[in-house]
């Protein structure tokens, strides 16, 4: 079980490097301190009575599902906002009209995304995925790590209980056997 003095310590130890993944993720500096203390009053609320080997995975799964809980507020609130901001009222005073003829997409969101690029993008990460799984498990567990939770390769080395080189060795294999398979699909990210 962790003390207080270790989960203060621990919160200390990983607070700059949190900011720095919140910041890159959302662009902006006071949303990602919101993100980094929020995420840190829940490890502390529910997991604070937990060893403290086991708070670096907590700690990193509780932003990662922060960070995401961010972006889906912004987006409701977004939605809403670019559909305000969109209603225009007629020049001669008549209120009287459609909302769908008023409507305009903004450029650059999805909703003014055609259908063939929507398509397009979830078929591509489909592709990815069923080649993401069709890795090693090991090759498979080290590039989720480190590509997707954005754990360094010590973190990945302890959470996976093997030696800093194996994991990059098993990230090395893991990239170039992706890159090979979705070429030979006729993909390139």
């Known amino acids: 079980m962790a003390t207080d003095k270790e989960l203060s310590e621990f919160l200390e ?4 490097r949190a900011f720095k993944q919140a910041a890159y993720a959302v662009r902006n500096d006071e949303s990602a301190l919101d993100i980094v203390q929020d995420a840190m009053i829940k490890l502390s609320e529910k997991y604070g009575d937990k060893p403290i080997d086991e708070l670096p995975m907590l700690f990193q799964r509780i932003l990662q599902n922060t960070i995401l ?21 007629r020049k001669d005073g008549n209120d009287d009209f459609d909302i769908l003829e008023t409507f305009e997409s903004e450029e650059g969101s999805e909703s003014s995304e055609s259908s063939a690029d929507k398509v397009e993008r979830d078929q591509i990460l489909m592709i990815l995925d069923t080649e993401i799984q069709k890795l090693p498990s090991r090759q498979r567990e080290a590039f989720l790590m480190r590509y997707w939770e954005d754990m360094d390769v010590a973190e990945t080395a302890n959470a996976m209980g093997c030696s800093e080189g194996s994991v990059k060795t098993h990230c090395s294999r893991a990239t170039h056997a992706l890159a090979k398979s979705l070429k030979a699909l006729g993909l390139q990210l």
């Open 13 to 16: 130890s990983v607070e700059r």
């Open 69 to 89: 809980d961010f972006f889906r507020r912004e987006k409701v609130r977004n939605t809403w906002v670019s559909l305000f901001s969109n209603l225009v009222t």
